[in-house]
């Protein structure tokens, strides 16, 4: 359409003739634009049979009316738009939980709720008490009321409900047991026994006809509901054991109270003051000659230290002492005063066997291990070396068994950790049997 008014426009324009149109009274021939046979522009010429139409015609039609149906359908009830331009639509009012929807032929639907009731409480409240704040209230239909504990603080694992309405820690003056002697008089607390008296007496013209115990986080009532005469229980419902070391905790458990303590001061003769906190941990060092020993829980030993020396008895002692006064080394001296120790062993040997004999001194504390060498030679290792072999002297004496010719002994290598005593004739053989009671001697100079 608006091709077509363009078109009328520009005819208009052309044989420049303006004319105002009137939507009601004037009309538009409809036809099919050819080529011009006159000039060079363009020019209206119907190509099938026209026809005319007004403007208020065009605006015919242009509006879309609907109609609407509404039907049951099983419990829903559907609604079907259909419009004047033959188009449908479809709508379902479906019903939710207690509710009904009922057609009518009037088209009229109507809405039931199913849902019903007998009670006659309207309204419900909470209250507050001393120890118990309770928040939801009022509820008219539905709802939750709420209770909580309205102590101030923290609740914790170390904090504890007071009777001031108040979490706390455990102060150190605290009841352990509970009686209840006598019928009278005040409750007393004496070195942690708490006494309450069973008070007897009373009566009255109450209303009350029925009693019942609830259970909150810490209490559970139980003998409810008494409605004559009865008795209600109200326990601890804590886990745990109650018993004299474990206190209610802010968690309902029954636990052994946290040391309120946090930081303590450890000194010492010397150094700096330290600062313990509840996660430190205290090692108690041995210091010199000294070792420190956890064996159990509660226990820490200190023992002093074992030195070299080898526990006896020592005589004319030679003794080193340390910084500490500890006795390090310690070894027997001269008792005749001698500036040395000695060591004095007689000596027999025959056959292929090692020397022995008793030894008659040994302030030198010394230990020989013999053997058998070869024939006339015989090898002393010490269990010890000698600290300076510079400091010893050896000798052997000359008792021998020889019936015919000489036999001579000497000692041969000496060493630190040794010497050997050998037997020999004039030629310098061996013989074997020539120690007959000979001395054997050495000395140790300091």
């Known amino acids: 359409m608006s091709n077509f008014i363009q078109e009328v426009l520009g005819l208009i324009q052309r044989k420049k003739t303006v004319t105002t149109l009137n939507p ?61 331009d033959a188009t449908t639509s479809l709508v379902t009012l479906a019903a939710g939980t207690n509710i009904t929807l009922v057609d009518s032929p009037t088209g009229t639907i109507t809405i039931n709720s199913t849902g019903s009731g007998s009670g006659t409480v309207t309204s419900v409240d909470t209250a507050n008490s001393t120890f118990i704040t309770g928040v939801g209230g009022p509820i008219t239909s539905t709802g939750s009321l709420e209770y909580s504990l309205s102590a101030a603080g923290v609740p914790s694992n170390v904090t504890f409900l007071r009777g001031d309405n108040t979490w706390s820690t455990i102060p150190g003056d605290t009841f352990t047991s509970l009686t209840t002697t006598g019928t009278s008089g005040a409750a007393t607390l004496i070195s942690g026994v708490l006494n309450i008296p069973v008070y007897s007496g009373g009566g009255g013209s109450g209303t009350v006809t029925s009693v019942d115990g609830g259970t909150s986080t810490f209490v559970s009532i139980t003998g409810g509901p008494i409605t004559t005469s009865g008795t209600l229980t109200a326990s601890l419902s804590a886990t745990g054991t109650a018993d004299a070391s474990n206190f209610l905790r802010g968690d309902n458990t029954w636990a052994v109270p946290i040391d309120s303590l946090t930081t303590w001061n450890l000194t010492g003769d010397l150094g700096i ?47 080193t002492v340390d910084a500490q006064g500890r006795i390090t080394a310690a070894t027997s001296g001269s008792p005749s005063g001698l500036p040395y120790t000695s060591y004095v062993q007689i000596l027999s040997q025959a056959g292929a066997n090692v020397p022995t004999g008793p030894v008659l001194e040994n302030s030198a504390g010394i230990t020989i291990n013999w053997s058998y060498t070869t024939a006339g030679m015989y090898q002393a290792v010490y269990a010890t070396a000698l600290a300076d072999i510079n400091k010893a002297t050896i000798t052997c004496s000359q008792t021998t068994k020889t019936s015919s010719g000489i036999a001579i002994v ?37």
């Open 24 to 84: 009601t009274e004037d009309w538009f021939e409809f036809g099919r634009l050819t080529a011009s046979t006159l000039n060079t522009g363009s020019s209206y010429k119907p190509k099938m049979h026209p026809y005319a139409i007004r403007w208020d015609d065009f605006k015919k039609g242009l509006d879309t009316t609907y109609t609407l149906v509404s039907a049951q359908s099983g419990a829903n009830v559907t609604l079907t738009l259909t419009g004047s």
């Open 410 to 446: 000497n000692v041969t290598a000496s060493f630190a950790s040794g010497f050997n005593v050998v037997s020999t004739d004039t030629s310098g053989a061996g013989l074997d049997g020539q120690l007959l009671q000979s001395v054997l001697e050495i000395r140790i100079y300091p």
């Open 273 to 319: 003051s330290q600062t313990i906190s509840n996660t430190n941990s205290v090692l108690i060092s041995g210091g010199v000659g000294l070792t420190s020993t956890a064996s159990a829980t509660d226990t820490l030993t200190i023992d002093l230290d074992n030195t070299a020396v080898t526990p006896g008895n020592y005589t004319s002692a030679d003794i």
